[in-house]
């Protein structure tokens, strides 16, 4: 498992050809929901 800790290492690791599983920790889900939300209207 790796940390991503930027939007640059969230789009390589969704668009690789390796499946992907996020695991989000339950005091930053929220943000991390909104911000892959954000990713994907852009």
Same mark, same amino acid.
């Given at each position: 498992?790796?940390?991503?800790?930027?939007?640059?290492?969230?789009?390589?690791?969704?668009?690789?050809?390796?499946?992907? !599983?996020?695991? +989000?920790? *339950?005091?930053?889900?929220?943000?991390?929901?909104?911000? !892959?939300?954000? +990713?994907? *209207?852009?």
């Amino acid at each position: 498992m790796q940390a991503i800790k930027s939007n640059e290492s969230f789009k390589s690791v969704i668009n690789s050809d390796t499946p992907v !599983i996020v695991k +989000l920790r *339950q005091d930053g889900a929220q943000t991390v929901v909104l911000w !892959i939300y954000g +990713l994907t *209207q852009s």
